[in-house]
């Protein structure tokens, strides 16, 4: 079952009323358990998302490419479950990593895949 995930409201309103000026970069996120991300959380630079339940969600952030852009992910329980991947515009896999991560995608940042 495919679910996409809602990261806020108020995200939302704001991207439909504020279009992205950068890239618009697509993060996959997946839990081999199914159970979503037991409180595991991704942060791009200050926005932050999680798998809140099931096995498969997405979720797309607005970034400069041209800059370092700092990505965490982690912070819960069951680690081992939890895999992600980050695309960019086109659909290329720029990162990708799972739980616990500390690394930086865009300008001098190489691409951190797994």
Do not use: H, R
């Amino acid at each position: 079952m495919e679910k996409s995930l809602i990261l806020c409201p108020i995200i939302l309103l704001a991207s439909f009323l504020l279009p992205c000026e950068d890239s618009v970069v697509t993060l996959t996120m997946e839990d081999s358990w199914g159970d979503g991300w037991n409180g595991n959380t991704f942060c791009l630079n200050s926005e932050c998302t999680t798998l809140q339940m099931g096995s498969y969600g997405t979720a797309e952030f607005c970034i400069d490419l041209s800059v370092e852009n700092s990505i965490t992910c982690g912070g819960g329980n069951w680690q081992s479950e939890v895999f992600w991947s980050l695309s960019d515009p086109q659909g290329v896999t720029i990162a990708t990593g799972g739980a616990p991560f500390d690394g930086c995608v865009g300008g001098t940042c190489e691409n951190e895949i797994i």
